[in-house]
């Protein structure tokens, strides 16, 4: 008998041992079912295994007592898709980002030469940006959005015929969308643009747009923009997701936002984001600074700042960049616009982040941390369930219809991918500034993709690559 117990008594914590990592005692919070507990949470094989009340055994034990376990934050909008900016994400909480605005011409060489490579999971649409880009043989084929004839010249119906086969092909290799900057190629007709939404809408996938005009001016306004992409909906059935609702309304943002609820209201698959900044950045020499872009934007020379050395511009220094190309950050989304934004129940939160070499918009490392601590814990514009809803599942939400793997990701539940993001909610903030775009974030701890520490105690693990290709499932 003495035997017997002393059996029962070793094989006790080695049937615990099941677990690869547990992580103990957290404050547990999945904006699904609405669960805010502390909880163990054990995580075999990638995978959530259990969520439990009662403690749990595993090969190694993380003590999380005091943070919030969330679900990995996914960025449906992130440019940059190099190592460089897998990590700044990666610090900031992100789990999933993802090129969905401009997207790619080639999708399946845009996968391929990213195998193995990822920090994080990653995906791309099929781009219409890049499809005019090639098609119409933009002078500098390497570029992110076009300056010459793909921006300014009307395309033939034999050109707009390539794009879509373009589009179509990209779908077929397994796309999560359509990509649409349509602000970018203000030469792109309304027949080319529902051209594209034909191809989206064929394959039951999401058209994720930058509208065509921006702000309030007459009749080229960021409302009739609006109008634009809804009827392209209404015709294709392709669904539609609005990039940056800040930078393109401006201060119209609010009349966005209604007409945006109300065509939810009334059948249209719509959803939008912002990110959680008063500054905007693209590239100079694109077709946003054409001529009367100050009427535009409702700025001026000042509101420019060149984001390799940090300086406003003035007439000259515009010229001479302009001609020169490259990023300049735009400071001109007022702060009562951004924070009714983050706090709006339409919009999701993301990033339009992109960081090269150390240089760019602060929003390339801080997105996810400011919104929770600067909007959730000291402006109290949201509360945090909802604000990890925005970053979560509502993001996974817009992809899993097509993309059926993203039903496991926005979740932290048993059977969810064990993509975990653990922060501190008393010190998560941004620290990336205009100055020092590329500062970790602070306050977040642990981050977990597929199960693998990226993020180890607030210390990025280079050493690993977890990451996986997000593609469509049909």
């Not at 992130?78 to 605005?101: F, I, M, P, W």
């Not at 509502?394 to 039903?407: D, K, V, W």
């Not at 306050?443 to 993709?449: F, K, S, T």
């Amino acid at each position: 008998m003495r035997n017997l117990l002393l059996f029962a008594a070793l094989a006790l914590p080695l049937a615990g041992q099941d677990y690869d990592i547990v992580l103990r005692g957290g404050r547990v919070m999945d904006p699904e079912t609405k669960l805010d507990a502390v909880r163990d949470v054990g995580i075999r094989g990638g995978t959530v295994a259990a969520i439990s009340e009662t403690p749990l055994a595993g090969k190694r034990t993380i003590d999380v007592r005091g943070l919030v376990v969330a679900p990995g934050f996914i960025d449906l909008h992130s440019h940059g898709q190099d190592l460089e900016n897998q990590r700044y994400k990666a610090a900031d909480g992100v789990t999933t980002a993802l090129e969905l605005e401009i997207g790619t011409a080639d999708v399946a060489g845009w996968y391929r030469e990213r195998e193995g490579r990822r920090l994080i999971h990653t995906g791309v649409s099929a781009g219409h940006v890049p499809a005019r880009i090639e098609v119409m043989r933009e002078p500098n084929p390497g570029v992110f959005v076009p300056s010459g004839d793909a921006a300014h010249r009307a395309a033939t119906d034999e050109e707009i015929t390539a794009m879509k086969r373009r589009l179509e092909q990209g779908l077929a290799a397994g796309a999560l969308g359509a990509g649409f900057g349509l602000q970018y190629t203000p030469a792109a007709s309304r027949s080319e643009v529902l051209e594209m939404f034909r191809a989206a809408g064929a394959a039951h996938a999401a058209a994720f747009v930058h509208l065509r005009y921006m702000g309030a001016r007459e009749p080229a306004n960021a409302l009739s923009a609006l109008e634009e992409v809804l009827a392209a909906a209404a015709v294709s059935g392709a669904a539609v997701h609005v990039v940056h609702i800040t930078s393109s309304g401006l201060r119209q943002t609010p009349g966005l936002l209604r007409a945006i609820g109300e065509a939810r209201a009334h059948g249209i698959d719509i959803t939008t984001e912002c990110y959680p900044y008063t500054a905007a950045q693209t590239e100079l020499q694109s077709a946003m600074f054409d001529e009367g872009w100050q009427q535009v934007l409702g700025v001026d020379y000042g509101a420019l700042e060149w984001a390799e050395t940090g300086e406003r511009l003035d007439a000259a220094s515009f010229a001479r960049y302009r001609r020169q190309g490259g990023m300049v950050i735009m400071h001109m989304i007022p702060e009562e616009i951004a924070r009714l934004a983050v706090a709006s129940p339409l919009t999701m939160i993301a990033s339009d982040g992109y960081i090269a070499r150390g240089k760019g918009h602060p929003r390339g490392a801080g997105t996810f941390a400011r919104a929770l601590g600067y909007y959730v814990r000291e402006q109290n514009a949201l509360g945090l369930m909802d604000a990890l809803g925005k970053m979560t599942l509502e993001p996974a939400r817009r992809l899993e219809a097509r993309a059926s793997g993203m039903r496991r990701k926005g979740r932290i539940q048993a059977g969810s991918d064990a993509d975990i993001t653990v922060f501190d909610p008393r010190t998560v903030a941004d620290r990336a500034t205009f100055r020092q775009p590329t500062l970790a974030s602070a306050g977040i701890r642990w981050v977990l993709v597929a199960g693998v520490p990226v993020i180890a105690d607030g210390r990025l693990d280079d050493s690993v690559r977890p990451g996986r290709a997000i593609r469509a499932s049909h």
